[in-house]
């Protein structure tokens, strides 16, 4: 896309006398260029120099806090005056809310025989809009960044790389506008297209031998976790893939690669990786180092780090994932970590001593990392992979930590072993000896054993005897036990019997009645078996087969389904008076030939005046039915007054 820009009337008349004066077109062109970069250090294009680094004073600068400045304004005197010098030799956005113009100024030779192209080394760059003048006083825009799909960069390559179009020879001024969520390193360099595939294709190898290496040492330990169930390998391997994750995510790999088509996830992946390597950078240096038998205070703080960090995670994703730019968090599970591996190396566990120099080199690259974020101290290329080469640094010397923790648990386990054989020969030298007193003392034990067991088996035949005669005896007293059992069977039979027939005869009191019929369930079992005793019969269908019904004592018909409760065509059905005390109400009355008064009936059932009056009415009211009835010897007694369809 090309952006035609009105320039001041000044340059608008200087144009326009060039057309008049073709042949000097080109060196007004470059007048015009140069400008507003009067002052700015100019880098000239030499064929002899295949790289080089813009920095310091190559280098100008402009924050745009607002974000509201157009290109057309930045190129004014007014606005163009407000460029800076690049007080560090990497420039960074140091307000992220800011949008950063950056302007370099490049001189073209006439007679260069290479290809060049500008390269942007930070990957994590959101938006980078670049202004590249084409020579005939116009400035094509080209727009990359990490905001936009891999497949919509000019140059397929981790790095953002634009291509140079030498028109004329002459000086040019680039403007870049950039635009990020997070701190960006402004490391842009000149290269030759020959030098920048050269230098691609070695940077790929490395990255090969690097992810290589990660890989190698999961896998080993992966292997040793198998081999051997101890999870300090389980954790280094986990570490070692979120080192190569957080790697992927930072070096532009993984955006080439595995997710070209979401720049979202790009954005925030290495939000995920960083939490993971200090969680399972702490969990490996808990379980390496024996921290909780080691240092059991450290031990806690661990732990809540952990717990922290992972909380602190959940927030940024659910809540702010700007927070994620807060890297320098990091440094503290990696202090704590470090500081952890030097308390125990002084307290003498010796396989810290790896340990201690692995994170060495690690806190030393994330140092250098800081003091380049802060551009307190940067040395350009060598800052911005210091961090990867100290994880390969300290991957090493960690691997060779669980190798010294092995060898340790070894030559432990082999002290132990040899100790044992020197226990087990004493112990076989006390064995011999002992066994040799104990075949003494056994011959003795055995000569006395004889002796008793003769005496013994004396006594057990004349036990034996004695057995057998008491075996008799309980025999015998079984079958008296049987006979006694039968006979007050017998008895407790005969003694309810004359009870029953006491009570239909004669006069009893309360006490004595309830003795016989103690409870509701006595009374149904009563009724059940007056009514059917003898036989069944259904007042529906008249069906002679049942089976029980769901309430106590009731019956089914088994044609019907009909349901006759135990109460139903008696003298008790839908009374209210509790069955016992109506049981004894029909036995006094019929004891008395109904003269007794429904006072007394009060009096002696403690139930209301009335409701003895009604019910007594109507148990003399059947009495005197059967009275008219003819006489029968059947010592039914009160219990001929149940059934209300007795037949006479």
């Known amino acids: 896309m090309v952006l035609y820009l009105p320039f001041l009337n000044a340059q608008k008349a200087i144009k326009k006398f060039a057309k008049q004066l073709p042949a000097s077109f080109v060196l007004l062109t470059c007048l015009l260029s140069a400008q507003a970069v009067y002052a700015q250090k100019q880098v000239i294009i030499d064929d002899q120099v295949n790289q080089h680094i813009f920095s310091y004073k190559e280098i100008e600068c402009l924050e745009d806090p607002k974000g509201i400045l157009q290109f057309d304004q930045v190129l004014s005197p007014q606005i163009s005056s407000r460029f800076k010098e690049s007080w560090s030799s990497t420039p960074q956005n140091y307000n992220q809310s800011s949008v950063y113009w950056y302007k370099i100024s490049i001189k073209h030779p006439l007679n260069t025989q290479k290809n060049w192209m500008l390269e942007f080394f930070d990957q994590t760059i959101d938006d980078i809009t670049a202004y590249i003048p084409s020579g005939n006083g116009q400035y094509k825009i080209e727009k990359f960044g990490a905001l936009y799909k891999f497949d919509k960069r000019q140059i397929h390559h981790k790095n953002f790389g634009i291509n140079l179009n030498i028109y004329q020879p002459c000086t040019y001024t680039y403007y870049f506008r950039i635009k990020s969520h997070q701190t960006a390193d402004v490391i842009i360099v000149l290269r030759s297209v020959n030098w920048f595939i050269e230098y691609a294709l070695s940077e790929y190898l490395l990255f090969g031998v690097f992810y290589g290496m990660i890989l190698v040492f999961a896998f080993y330990n992966l292997l040793m976790f198998v081999a051997f169930r101890q999870r300090q390998h389980l954790y280094y391997v986990l570490y070692n893939l979120s080192v190569g994750f957080y790697e992927l995510c930072t070096d532009g790999i993984g955006y080439e690669y595995l997710w070209p088509n979401s720049p979202a996830w790009n954005e925030y992946a290495y939000g995920f990786a960083l ?78 001593r ?139 039979t005969g003694f309810e019997k004359v009870s029953r027939d006491r009570i239909m005869s004669a006069t009893v009191d309360f006490e004595e009645f309830s003795k016989i019929y103690p409870d509701p369930d006595s009374c149904y079992k009563f009724l059940a078996d007056l009514k059917w005793s003898t036989n069944y019969k259904c007042h529906k269908c008249h069906h002679t087969h049942s089976f029980s019904g769901h309430m106590p004592y009731s019956k089914r018909c088994s044609k019907c389904s009909y349901e006759e409760s135990v109460t139903a065509y008696t003298i008790f059905h839908n009374t209210r008076i509790p069955i016992t005390k109506a049981f004894y109400m029909i036995f006094l009355v019929y004891s008395t030939n109904g003269k007794i008064s429904s006072h007394k009936l009060s009096e002696i059932l403690a139930i209301r005046q009335s409701t003895c009056w009604a019910y007594s009415n109507r148990i003399k009211k059947l009495l005197v039915v059967r009275k008219r009835g003819p006489k029968v010897e059947n010592h039914e007694g009160w219990s001929n007054l149940v059934l209300e369809n007795h037949e006479e």
């Not at 240092?295 to 732990?303: E, F, S």
């Not at 008799?472 to 007050?488: C, G, K, S, W």
């Open 354 to 492: 790896f340990f201690v120099l692995g994170y060495g080199f690690l806190f030393a690259g994330f140092t250098l990392k800081m003091l380049a974020y802060f551009g307190w101290f940067s040395i350009g290329i060598i800052s911005y992979y210091s961090l990867s080469l100290c994880f390969i640094l300290e991957m090493i010397f960690l691997a060779l930590a669980i190798g010294d923790k092995v060898r340790l648990l070894k030559r432990e386990k082999d002290k132990a072993q040899r100790e044992i054989i020197e226990q087990l020969r004493d112990k076989q030298k006390l064995e011999a000896s002992i066994n040799i007193k104990l075949e003494e003392q056994v011959r003795e034990r055995t000569h006395e054993v004889l002796e008793k067991a003769l005496i013994i088996e004396k006594q057990n035949e004349e036990l034996n005897r004695a057995n057998e005669i008491l075996q008799h005896q309980a025999e015998d007293i079984f079958r008296m036990n049987l006979l006694l059992e039968r006979d007050n069977q017998e008895l407790q």
């Open 275 to 352: 939490c993971c390597i200090s969680v399972f950078a702490l969990l490996f240096t808990r379980k390496l180092l024996f921290v909780k038998k080691n240092a059991p205070i450290l031990y806690k703080l661990i732990n809540a780090v952990i717990i922290a960090r992972v909380g602190f995670f959940l927030v940024c994703f659910f809540v702010n994932r700007q927070w994620f730019n807060y890297k320098l968090l990091e440094f503290i599970p990696l202090c704590i970590a470090f500081f952890t591996g030097i308390y125990i190396l002084i307290n003498g566990y010796r396989p810290a």
